[in-house]
């Protein structure tokens, strides 16, 4: 996992798909033992949102590749 400072200051965290998804399993843990932990809620939504949007884009670049 990398971070990277923008221009306003913020923090971005780039990872890797294998990264993600080993994070999204350790989240999806700790929310189901901790329900009531609202930022670990909200990190697992923005996981499993950015897994997704990775997998949409591998099938549209299958479907591009393939026609």
Not at 29 to 36: A, G, K, P
Not at 48 to 61: F, T
Request: charged content about 30%.
């Amino acid at each position: 996992m990398q971070f990277i400072v923008t221009p306003g200051g913020d923090e971005v965290a780039i990872m890797k798909a294998a990264e993600v998804l080993v994070m999204e399993r350790a989240m999806s843990r700790y929310v189901l033992e901790n329900s009531d932990s609202n930022i670990a809620v909200r990190v697992l939504r923005e996981l499993a949102s950015a897994n997704e949007s990775r997998e949409a884009r591998m099938e549209e670049e299958i479907e591009r590749t393939c026609t």
